[in-house]
Nanobody
Framework: QLQLVESGGGLVQPVGSLTLSCTAS????????MYWYRQAPGTEREMVAT???????NYADVVKGRFTISRDNAKKTAYLQMNDLKPEVTALYYC??????????????WGQGTQVTVSS
């Protein structure tokens, strides 16, 4: 089983910055792509950013230029650097990892989420 724990969320003022972290643990062979999603109250969960094993990245149009996803494979951790934050990005941010677990099971795993609130 693969567990994901997010951290780094909190309350930040507009135009501020936050960096979210997502660390994987448990019994797994490897992690392929990692993702950040978010879900605001009353809305569906949406993809924010993705990063492959080779560190190719992809972003939702609404965050391009302001958010940066990265990963440290040795630390089994993905990051989401968020700059120039606006109130509309307020949401619960989830980490997702596509991993390979024993005996040979590929699956998308989710963390519990970390709250990001942008408000003055």
């Amino acid at each position: 089983q693969l567990q994901l724990v997010e951290s780094g969320g909190g309350l930040v003022q507009p135009v501020g910055s936050l960096t979210l972290s997502c660390t994987a643990s448990g019994n797994f062979f490897g992690i392929y792509s990692m993702y950040w999603y978010r879900q605001a109250p009353g809305t569906e969960r949406e993809m924010v950013a993705t990063i492959t094993t080779a560190c190719a990245t992809n972003y939702a149009d609404v965050v391009k230029g302001r958010f940066t996803i990265s990963r440290d494979n040795a630390k089994k951790t993905a990051y989401l650097q968020m700059n120039d934050l606006k109130p509309e990005v307020t949401a619960l941010y989830y980490c997702n990892a596509y991993g390979l677990t024993p005996p040979n099971y590929e699956y998308h795993y989710w963390g519990q989420g970390t709250q990001v609130t942008v408000s003055s």
